[in-house]
């Protein structure tokens, strides 16, 4: 079975300062990937999503996420955070040739941020 | 358009005893997935539902069942409640197309507590 690594459980930043969670995936086929986030209190929503073309995936609030098909990884990246970014971010799996569009989730990343 | 609600969204129960849960998925949406998150397991598939059938089902016991209607809201049951059903349960809808791709919005869950 496919599987979801996320291996920052809880990272802590400044204000300013530059972010890069990692996210990697077992599986040898076609992947469709997402980074999730859900700050606190509110629902998960959608800050990416990867299913071909460029490897490089902007998303929103200035998130973007490289797609290295070598290294089966999908890491989430923001050049400078904001305190607003405090928030679970969750990295999530599809494989799209079995037919099934059931989300593998990683164990998610607590990300705090310090004013 | 209004999100995906969720009904009722603090539920508390006791060992042996049966819950609902009820979705309503945005507008136009016709695949409700359900998802359970708790702190040890995470965020894990339940099952997922198009059109009034089941398409794709998750690890979980068959005390786990849900439902679809012909207004594409879902209804998931949990019979005989144990402790460690204790969890938020997420509901996602996304568009009839059924391709990978489709984000799956997500609703404030339903946080059931089982005493």
């Known amino acids: 079975a496919q599987s979801v690594s996320q291996h920052n459980h809880h990272v802590i930043l400044s204000e300013a300062a530059s972010l890069e969670l990692g996210c990697n995936y077992s599986?040898?086929?076609?992947?469709?990937l997402f980074w999730y986030v859900q700050y606190p209190g509110q629902h998960l929503q959608l800050l990416l999503k990867?299913?071909?073309?460029?490897?490089l995936v902007k998303g929103i609030k200035g998130f973007e996420a490289e797609f290295i098909k070598s290294k089966f990884s999908f890491n989430l990246r923001k050049p400078s955070v904001q305190w607003s970014d405090t928030a679970e971010y969750f990295c999530?799996?599809?494989?799209?040739?079995?037919?099934?569009?059931?989300?593998?989730f990683g164990s998610g990343t607590r990300l705090q941020v310090q004013p | 358009k209004a999100g995906v609600t969720q009904t009722p969204r603090y539920l508390i129960k006791t060992r042996g005893q049966q819950v609902t849960l009820s979705c309503s998925p945005i507008?136009?949406?016709?695949?409700v997935s359900w998802y359970q998150q708790t702190p040890g397991q995470g965020l894990q598939f339940l099952f997922e539902?198009?059109?009034?059938?089941?398409?794709n089902k998750g690890n979980f016991p068959g005390r786990f069942s849900g439902r679809q209607f012909s207004n594409s809201r879902s209804e998931m049951n949990v019979s005989t409640l144990e402790l460690g059903d204790s969890a938020l349960y997420l509901c996602?809808?996304?568009?009839?197309?059924?391709?990978?791709?489709?984000?799956?919005?997500f609703g404030p869950g339903t946080r059931l507590t089982v005493l």
């Open positions: 999530a799996v599809i494989l799209p040739d079995t037919g099934r569009r059931a989300l593998t």
């Open positions: 507008s136009g949406h016709r695949s």
């Open positions: 990867y299913f071909s073309g460029d490897p």
């Open positions: 599986y040898g086929g076609t992947v469709n």
């Open positions: 539902y198009f059109s009034e059938t089941q398409r």
């Open positions: 996602a809808s996304s568009l009839p197309s059924l391709a990978a791709t489709d984000t799956q919005y």
